[in-house]
């Protein structure tokens, strides 16, 4: 694998982790630019920004956010853990051959060959932190398979049997998906995808059977957590005739919703709203695929009905924003598969008070615990980081080839966006923008087609890079 450089920036620069392409070493110019190569420590890679002085109100918040786990006491825990796109596939579906991995080497960022691992550490530092409840929003599946629903269920009983309930939802990939398969040899082989019915069968202990009402017309539901919270579980997926990437709701589902919010008035539930694709135009560039059809009308109801946090994922990127026309907060968690492997957890106490911040599930720590010798475990937060940047890095260098970009210039470019779309999917664009825009090969793609879909979205990320979306704090 190629490896590709992150900055060590310093008293003027930033302290990133990461190492360099190809056979470069510590101290080396990478690409010509002065880019000095340091391997952070995982404590390093983990640690967030230093916290900002507290309210008394704040302070009441903080204290109650772990003081609780592990021991016996009366209060509910306030914490729900949110986690994304996990993209399980069962292990039956795969020998490993050069079908699989062919994809797992062409993914758009996922790390299908360790998607057990992944979500094993994931499972266990659940069980561990005890949450009220945790929330999958949607593409439990690599493709829907049948199959790999119903081995992801096996493993969320674990958690359930530990007393931490489950609570799901489908997303773009998991219903009535063509290309559900099995990968054998060479060739993949079509396998059986999962039929709405039956998702909610597989998934009738994780939300499904537990609602306190169900959306006829959808896999909409509502299921009430501990403290009396209710979670508005929308089905924005579109899967009549096969699976398309965009969402919407279904306009009989905006009557159930009516429905169920009379009753959250009634008895006067505090409401969160769930769905796999975002409310809001969280990317300006991929906003078609990525936010719900005529979302404006969903806000106009969520605003109606006094809802003000709504989660979503979807877009593989750690995100949030709020609505230019209402009082709605929307938090995108990252993708679970994808590096670094983060989920959200929310300390709620209402719309207009909670916390929310992200924590990296520690493979690493889990491969210990298993004496597993995988190398790629045992130092899994670089392995992951590496394996997205040679994504990132393989797109670019693919979209330069060919149009009059000199090698050295194609590397250099290539570089650069790979280092900062890294770091936006994990929501830490802010830490090297600057860097990245002093560089000649920021200049060198504005000369080179602003118009191309790589050179805008990378201007957005550098534009929406202002804050560290890995924590929201309201108020």
Not at 356 to 365: L, P, Q, R, S
Not at 386 to 398: G, H, S
Request: with cysteine.
């Amino acid at each position: 694998m190629r490896r590709i450089g992150i900055l060590c920036l310093f008293a003027g620069t930033l302290m990133l982790g990461g190492c360099s392409f190809g056979q470069q070493e510590r101290g080396e110019t990478v690409g010509g630019s002065n880019i000095i190569i340091e391997k952070n420590t995982e404590e390093d890679m983990e640690e967030g920004p230093t916290a900002p002085s507290l309210s008394p109100e704040e302070a009441t918040i903080e204290a109650l956010r772990l003081p609780e786990l592990g021991t016996e006491t009366n209060t509910v825990n306030p914490e729900i853990v949110i986690a994304s796109d996990i993209h399980y596939l069962a292990k039956e579906l795969t020998d490993f051959g050069a079908a699989f991995q062919h994809m797992a080497e062409n993914e758009d960022g996922k790390m299908p060959a360790y998607v057990w691992e992944i979500t094993d550490a994931f499972l266990n530092q659940v069980i561990d932190r005890r949450p009220q409840a945790l929330i999958l929003s949607g593409d439990l599946t690599l493709n829907g398979e049948k199959v790999s629903q119903e081995a992801l269920a096996q493993q969320l009983q674990r958690v359930e049997d530990a007393g931490v309930p489950v609570v799901v939802i489908p997303g773009n990939h998991d219903i009535n998906n063509p290309k559900a398969c099995s990968f054998k040899g060479d060739e993949t082989i079509p396998a059986e995808p999962t039929s709405p019915e039956q998702f909610a069968s597989i998934y009738q202990e994780f939300g499904y059977g537990e609602a306190i009402s169900r959306d006829p017309a959808s896999l909409s539901y509502t299921y009430e957590l501990t403290d009396g919270t209710w979670l508005l579980m929308l089905d924005s997926c579109q899967y009549e005739d096969g699976a398309l990437v965009g969402g919407m709701i279904r306009g009989e589902t905006y009557q159930w919703i009516d429905q169920v919010m009379e009753d959250a008035w009634n008895q006067e539930r505090k409401v969160i709203a769930v769905s796999h694709h975002n409310l809001l135009d969280q990317s300006r560039i991929y906003e078609e695929d990525c936010t719900i059809e005529h979302s404006e009308e969903l806000e106009r109801k969520l605003d109606e009905w006094g809802i003000g946090l709504f989660l979503s994922g979807h877009l593989h990127v750690q995100h949030y924003k709020t609505s230019k026309r209402y009082p709605i907060d929307e938090i995108v968690t990252a993708a679970l598969a994808v590096s670094p492997c983060q989920y959200g957890v929310l300390q709620f106490f209402g719309p207009e008070n909670y916390y929310y911040f992200t924590e990296i599930t520690d493979v690493t720590d889990w491969a210990d615990k298993k004496s597993n010798p995988d190398r790629n475990l045992q130092d899994f937060n670089l392995y992951a980081d590496e394996f997205l940047q040679e994504i990132f890095y393989n797109k670019a260098k693919a979209e330069l080839a060919g149009k009059g970009v000199s090698q050295d210039e194609i590397r250099g470019m290539a570089e650069i966006y790979a280092m900062l779309n890294v770091r936006a999917v994990g929501g830490k664009a802010y830490e090297i923008k600057d860097y990245i825009m002093a560089t000649p090969y920021y200049e060198l793609w504005q000369q080179y087609d602003r118009t191309s879909i790589l050179c805008m979205y990378m201007n957005e990320i550098l534009e929406d890079a202002v804050v560290d979306y890995n924590e929201k704090r309201r108020p």
